[in-house]
């Protein structure tokens, strides 16, 4: 009995671990943030199995039957719908009940984007804060006040709706000629990653019309900024 965090293609379908086909074979269940999404990857791996939705409507009320069922016995995977669950994905609330309830857990490796898109960067990766999705309207002016002086590189996730606003956020509060990098559909086949200021990128995508998902990484502080 045991719950494993199954990493999912992002994009390419080639990126599934062997491991992880093996898991989500073996498994009692699969929890699924989309069970037809998740249906489409099980049927290109030639996996027949049970699923149950599992996403941000309806995890608070289903934690506890799920760790229950682990508990008596079962063996379950969770997967969202691309990437590693928990980040920026439901997966934390399920992990923290087991955690408390003295289940299991194991957590395999394997696609997520914000790794890749930090590492293509070329700004600093050996210490970063990853901080996903900012608010969009109720904190969102105060979280980046408090970024303007961490040193570190900053990876956010952004939609391709606000991506031109944000790379201009990020000008007004943290200086426009700061280094950054802006990767979308990472391992697809329009994969493009596009290094400048943020003025430069923010022109840049002015141009253009964006779809895909976001990875902005944004270079730290440095010593010589005022």
């Not at 087991?98 to 293509?120: K, R, S």
């Not at 303007?148 to 990020?170: C, D, I, N, W």
């Amino acid at each position: 009995m045991k719950l494993y965090l199954v990493p999912t293609p992002i994009g390419n379908l080639e990126d599934i671990t062997l491991r992880a086909i093996r898991i989500l074979k073996e498994v009692d269940l699969i929890l699924a943030e989309d069970t037809r999404k998740t249906g489409f990857l099980l049927k290109h791996l030639g996996i027949e199995k049970k699923m149950f939705p599992h996403h941000s409507h309806n995890e608070h009320k289903t934690i506890t039957f799920i760790a229950e069922r682990i508990a008596a016995g079962e063996t379950i995977a969770l997967v969202t719908d691309a990437g590693t669950p928990g980040i920026s994905d439901p997966g934390f609330l399920l992990v923290r009940e087991c955690v408390n309830a003295g289940i299991g857990v194991e957590c395999l490796p394997g696609p997520t984007a914000f790794v890749p898109a930090l590492v293509n960067s070329g700004l600093p990766c050996d210490s970063f804060v990853f901080e996903g999705f900012l608010p969009q309207k109720k904190g969102r002016q105060t979280k980046l006040l408090s970024l303007k002086e961490e040193p570190r590189t900053l990876v956010f996730y952004e939609s391709p709706f606000r991506l031109v606003k944000a790379l201009e956020e990020f000008g007004l509060h943290f200086g426009k000629e700061r280094k950054a990098s802006v990767s979308r559909e990472l391992t697809k086949m329009f994969e493009e990653t596009k290094r400048g200021t943020l003025e430069e990128l923010a022109a840049y995508f002015k141009e253009k019309t964006v779809k895909g998902e976001i990875v902005i990484v944004v270079e730290g502080k440095q010593e010589e900024e005022g």
